[in-house]
């Protein structure tokens, strides 16, 4: 499989990870009644401001561009590991391949960062 075609895949499981974090937010949301405190309303209203951030800069992921330094939307292979820096969703089995999705600001991502 070629590399834009894994990251089509990678970038599609991130932008789903954000739905599925979105739709549970406000489910909670939702589910809040009179009740509680005004504090619980506002932990949840922060939570879906994270989730329309994550959402906005899932754009900024440039899947087709190549580049000579690791930058959001590099898709790089370490001895180990393989990295999609995008946004931290955990794993993704591609094939016979387990890829990484981690942030650029992330520890490992800023060690590889430029690089």
Request: neutral net charge; hydrophobic residues 35%.
């Amino acid at each position: 499989m070629d590399t834009v075609k894994v990251k089509e895949k990678l970038l599609e499981h991130c932008i789903n990870q954000i739905q599925i974090r979105f739709t549970k937010i406000k489910q909670t949301i939702d589910s809040i009644e009179d009740a509680l405190k005004e504090e619980s309303k506002n932990s949840a209203g922060k939570q879906l401001m994270e989730i329309e951030k994550l959402q906005w800069f899932t754009n900024l992921i440039n899947i087709h561009e190549t580049s000579d330094y690791i930058r959001l939307g590099s898709l790089v292979t370490t001895t180990n590991f393989v990295y999609f820096i995008s946004i931290s969703t955990g794993s993704l089995k591609i094939g016979n391949q387990e890829v990484h999705c981690i942030a650029l600001n992330s520890p490992i991502g800023m060690e590889l960062k430029g690089k």
